[in-house]
């Protein structure tokens, strides 16, 4: 199936996607990814979208798009959230959710969608309940990836990141080919510097405190779907499903 080319979300305003999805053989899922840093859930959005072909709504590309575009192509939301990121301020739920609504049409494509990094609170999660009901559509599922911190802390203290291309390695999970150098672009490798395992323990213990409202607002919604991410990202895909339905039979089609 073609990959969708995003557009739409990534650029907001009058942008419309080059490359739309087809509609599905079977029901178009919408799904919200919960999951602290490390436990991969960024792969599993991928393999979601690729098998289900349905497009990946991550909040964050769209912070890292809007980057490299000029002022003037920027909504006041958008401008409002890298004013608050050059801070190192947290983006208010009410930026967040400026910028979510500003694509609504996204939230209605035909072939469903991956939201991931929306919402992270309660607010916001409950901001998107109102907004999904005035586009006409709701959430199938919500999927919490589940990591004990120490297995985390390992996974992010030995990754590595090109500077260039930003490609992403691990130094015992899936090193480079020569140490120290992208296999990608040739170009040197480096460690972030919350990557350190005293910065991750403190962006574990934050991100807990806001997430665990998140995790029992939508347990009482009856969407939430607990998924272990231990395993490879194939056993994690199979696990998402088995979690809560069964692994659908071809991309686009509904679990039975």
Not at 17 to 37: E, K, M, S, T
Not at 126 to 150: M, Q, W
Request: charged fraction near 25%.
């Amino acid at each position: 199936m073609k990959k969708p080319d995003r557009q739409a979300w990534l650029g907001g305003g009058s942008d419309r996607c080059a490359n739309p999805p087809d509609p599905p053989p079977g029901q178009p899922w919408r799904i919200v990814l919960l999951g602290a840093p490390g436990v991969g859930k960024g792969t599993q959005a991928e393999i979601l979208c690729d098998r289900l072909n349905a497009c990946h709504l991550s909040t964050g590309d769209i912070l890292r798009a809007a980057q490299c575009r000029g002022s003037e192509t920027r909504s006041p939301a958008l401008e409002a959230a890298l004013a608050s990121m050059r801070e190192g301020a947290l983006v208010s739920d009410e930026t967040m959710m400026a910028l979510v609504s500003e694509r609504g049409r996204c939230l209605r494509c035909c072939g469903g969608f991956v939201l991931d990094g929306f919402p992270r609170t309660v607010a916001q999660a409950e901001a998107l309940e109102k907004l999904l009901e005035r586009e006409g559509v709701a959430l199938d599922a919500v999927f919490n990836y589940e990591l004990p911190s120490e297995e985390i802390v390992e996974r992010l203290s030995g990754r590595l990141v090109c500077r260039e291309c930003k490609a992403v390695y691990h130094e015992t999970r899936q090193p480079p080919q020569v140490p120290g150098i992208c296999d990608r672009c040739g170009k040197p490798l480096f460690k972030r510097d919350d990557d350190r395992p005293e910065a991750i323990i403190t962006r574990l213990k934050a991100y807990e405190e806001t997430n665990r409202p998140l995790v029992d607002w939508y347990t009482r919604k009856g969407l939430l779907i607990n998924v272990p991410a231990h395993g490879t990202p194939e056993e994690i895909y199979v696990r998402t499903w088995t979690c809560g339905r069964s692994v659908p039979a071809e991309a686009g089609s509904a679990p039975a």
